[in-house]
C-alpha cells in the first residue's frame, strides 16, 4: 500500500468514526483541560517522548479517533526507526522486544512491542508498537527524563508506524488511563489530535 493510500484511507477512518464518541466522564474532563477551562498547575509536566527539536503529530488524542474512543491515549505519527524518549524518571518495569507483526487486525494485538516505565508517584508510562528489538533499555533499569529507551516501529494493532503513549494512575488498586501534561515549544499544553508539537527544551 503506497503512502498516498494510507493516508487516504486513514482520513477515511477519522471522519467516519469522529462521531462515535466516548461516553468516559474523563473524556469531557479532558476537554475542559485541553481548552483551558479548567486549569491544573499542580499535575506533573511530561516531556515529548521523542528527542529535542524534532516535532511529530498527534494522529489521535485523548478519547477521539477510531482505536482511542475509550482510551485516555496518544498516537504520535513517526516513521519506523525513530528514537523514543523518556517522558519522565523512572524504572523500568516491562520490556517486550520479540514482537514482529504488526497491522490492522486486533489478532497482531500480542506482537504489540512496549516498554512500561513506573515513575516515583507510582504512576506508570507505556510506550507502545516498538520495533523488533526495539527496546533500548532492560526491567529493572533506572531511565532519565530525555533518555533514548527505544526505537518506534510498527508492531501489535497498529495501521501505521506510531508511537502509542499513555500513562495510568493507581487508585484504590485499579489503573486508570489519565491525560497529562506535557513541555511543548508553545508552552505547556494537554495535547490534542491532529496537532503537531516540537519538543523544546524547557526553560
Ligand atoms: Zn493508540
Request: net charge positive; with cysteine.
Amino acid at each position: 500500500m503506497n503512502m498516498y493510500y494510507k493516508i487516504i484511507l486513514l482520513v477515511g477512518v477519522l471522519v467516519a468514526t469522529g462521531c462515535a464518541v466516548s461516553k468516559n466522564p474523563l473524556r469531557q474532563q479532558v476537554k475542559l483541560l485541553q481548552e483551558g477551562i479548567i486549569k491544573d498547575d499542580t499535575s506533573y509536566v511530561y516531556a515529548l517522548p521523542y528527542e529535542e527539536g524534532k516535532t511529530f503529530r498527534v494522529l489521535q488524542g485523548y478519547f477521539t479517533g477510531f482505536t482511542h474512543r475509550e482510551r485516555a491515549a496518544l498516537d504520535f505519527n513517526m516513521k519506523r526507526g525513530t528514537k523514543i524518549t523518556a517522558a519522565r524518571d523512572g524504572v523500568v518495569v516491562r520490556a517486550k522486544e520479540d514482537g514482529t507483526l504488526g497491522g490492522l487486525n486486533k489478532k497482531y494485538r500480542s506482537h504489540g512491542n512496549n516498554i512500561v516505565i513506573q515513575h516515583a508517584d507510582n504512576s506508570r508510562a507505556g510506550y507502545w508498537h516498538l520495533q523488533h528489538n526495539g527496546a533500548l533499555v532492560n526491567v529493572g533499569d533506572s531511565v532519565k527524563k530525555g533518555q533514548v529507551i527505544a526505537i518506534s516501529g510498527k508492531t501489535g494493532f497498529a495501521f501505521v508506524p506510531h508511537l502509542h503513549f499513555l500513562v495510568w494512575t493507581s487508585k484504590d488498586g485499579q489503573w486508570q488511563q489519565v491525560a497529562t501534561r506535557f513541555q511543548t515549544s508553545k508552552g505547556i499544553k494537554y495535547l490534542r489530535g491532529w496537532k503537531k508539537y516540537r519538543h523544546s527544551p524547557s526553560e
